[in-house]
């Protein structure tokens, strides 16, 4: 089953302006992540914010976490069409053998000049 | 850039038949993972991996096997290939401050 579910499923937005997407998860987690994915390629890692943090910033990047609500969003400022991309979360959780991270399906950002 | 390498990158088989994806890594990290990737479910772990020939199931290992003979090599084996096991593989690594790397992924089509 799904431990993260982003929303929107899909984003369009005109370059310039701001991007926000949410990730709610179920259970207690360890660490929440952010990944990019381009079309036809791998997952690349953004961002990690613990379960002890509230927010953190990477460049344009802003990730906020509320583990009360079980949400988290990551915001993208000042969006290029170099960011058009899937977005995905995950969380993690340490089992006694190892991390393990389990994702959403993905929010699909359009950013169009 | 994870130093991980996903071999064969692109293959086509058919039902019935066996296929071995194979993950590399030049940085000796310890643990190691399979995830496929299917529209609309996002990324599922199906085998990791903590140690040499130290495995365990994620949660669609059904119709999956794997080995880890050496610490940088983690193969995902498909006994019988199924039409249901056409999707995009990802290995990945556990590296530092639990960030986990992904490779570049192999497509697989099962006809």
């Known amino acids: 089953s799904q431990q993260g579910e982003e929303d929107p499923q899909a984003l369009s937005i005109q370059e310039g302006e701001n991007a926000t997407m949410n990730c709610s998860y179920k259970t207690s987690i360890n660490n929440l992540q952010w990944y990019r994915q381009n079309s036809g390629r791998g997952l690349v890692h953004l961002i990690l914010i613990r379960s002890n943090e509230r927010e953190k910033h990477s460049g344009r990047l802003r990730v906020t976490l509320d583990t009360s609500k079980k949400s988290s969003s990551l915001l993208i400022t000042a969006s290029r069409a170099a960011d058009t991309a899937s977005y995905f979360c995950?969380?993690?959780?340490?089992?006694?053998?190892?991390?393990?991270?389990?994702f959403g399906t993905g929010t699909r950002l359009q950013v169009t000049l | 850039d994870a130093g991980i390498t996903q071999s064969p990158r692109h293959k086509v088989t058919e039902t019935g038949t066996p296929v071995t994806l194979r993950c590399h890594q030049t940085e000796n990290h310890r643990y190691m993972y399979w995830y496929r990737q299917d529209p609309g479910h996002g990324l599922r772990l199906i085998h990791y991996?903590?140690?040499?020939?130290?495995?365990d199931k994620g949660e669609v290992s059904d119709g999956y096997s794997v080995s880890r003979s050496k610490t940088e090599d983690f193969l995902l084996t498909l006994e019988s290939a199924t039409s249901s096991q056409t999707s995009v593989y990802f290995c990945a690594i556990l590296g530092s401050g639990n960030t986990i790397y992904f490779g570049e992924g192999s497509w697989l089509t099962v006809v």
């Open positions: 991996s903590y140690g040499v020939k130290d495995t």
């Open positions: 995950a969380t993690a959780k340490n089992t006694g053998t190892a991390s393990k991270l389990t």
